[in-house]
């Protein structure tokens, strides 16, 4: 067996030929290891983050369908209600009723002629 000195070990000739040593051999398994780890677990992470980022966004959609099915509700009722509001019978009533208007008699209106 063929003797080397570095640093002051002993090391085997298939060493040299291989250009390894015991120790770097050691950081490169561990090297390896934690990329192959890494490897792993970031596509892992990725993916998790994406899946839960869509199921969220599911529920976000569907309350967003849910609060515009309330607010076309809201809106046909609303509508509905100007409609009744607006009504000329419901008008002539207030007018008539609670107001004390009355309707125009034959003398009292006068018709405006336009200017230029």
């Known amino acids: ?7 002051g070990r002993l090391l085997k000739v298939q060493d040299i030929v291989k250009g390894t040593r015991p120790k ?3 950081i490169q398994l561990i090297t390896n290891a934690v990329a192959i780890v890494f490897a792993i677990v970031v596509p892992l992470l990725i993916y998790l983050w994406t899946h839960l980022h869509f199921v969220s966004l599911g529920y976000r959609l569907s309350e ?3 609060a515009n099915t309330k607010l076309l509700g809201l809106n046909e009722k609303l509508k509905i209600e ?3 509001l607006r009504a000329p019978a419901r008008i002539d009533t207030i007018a008539t009723k609670d107001l004390g208007l009355h309707h ?3 003398g ?3 018709v405006l002629e336009e200017t230029e």
């Open 1 to 7: 067996m063929h003797k080397a000195y570095t640093t």
């Open 24 to 26: 770097r051999r050691r």
């Open 64 to 66: 967003a369908r849910d």
């Open 82 to 84: 100007t409609l009744a």
């Open 104 to 106: 125009p008699r034959a």
């Open 108 to 110: 009292q209106w006068v």
